[in-house]
């Protein structure tokens, strides 16, 4: 784990800037919705993908700067990484001297999802560049027309992660 950033995601191969974006949106909504889920958990999960968005981020992350920034103590940092450890959102972490390291699992279907959500981004865009209206897909396959004119695409692409959401409960029950 050493000579890799000091947080980073798992499953990334081939993935370009877009996709690791859209991924790290998904880890930490899959993390912040999770039944599971405390308050620690989403405060360190939401560090974490902001260290991990950030360029550049190559040396370790200092147990300080993340207590500091989720406003925790040092052992609620340690409790809640090992806590993410076990419900499977981080597959590995090494706590030492006050540095961090932690890789986030990113699993297979998580993959599938950023797939879909960049290749609905590319329909958006040659969308607009045609000049076409574009109207948002309902997320809710019982909503039947969109009660709302078309949006900007600005807004459009911020409903891109509402509808990976809406792949994931779709998994999610036919599991």
């Not at 998904?26 to 919705?33: I, S, T």
Request: proline share 4%; aromatic share 6%; charged share 25%.
């Amino acid at each position: 784990m050493s000579d890799q950033p000091a947080v980073h995601l798992t499953n990334t191969e081939g993935f370009d800037q877009l996709d690791l974006a859209i991924a790290l949106e998904l880890w930490r909504d899959d993390v912040a919705g999770a039944t599971w889920a405390t308050r620690e958990l989403t405060k360190i999960a939401v560090h974490l993908a902001r260290v991990l968005s950030r360029t550049g981020s190559s040396g370790p992350l200092q147990a300080r700067e993340i207590e500091g920034a989720c406003q925790l103590e040092a052992d609620a940092v340690a409790s809640s990484f090992k806590q993410l450890r076990y419900f499977g959102a981080i597959e590995s972490f090494l706590m030492d001297k006050g540095e961090v390291r932690a890789v986030l699992a990113f699993g297979h279907l998580q993959r599938l999802r950023v797939f879909q959500a960049r290749e609905q981004l590319k329909a958006l865009r040659l969308a607009r560049a045609r000049g076409d209206a574009i109207v948002a897909a309902p997320t809710d396959p019982a909503a039947s027309v969109p009660k709302e004119p078309a949006r900007p695409l600005v807004e459009l692409e911020g409903s891109l992660l509402a509808a990976a959401h809406a792949a994931r409960s779709q998994s999610n029950a036919q599991r």
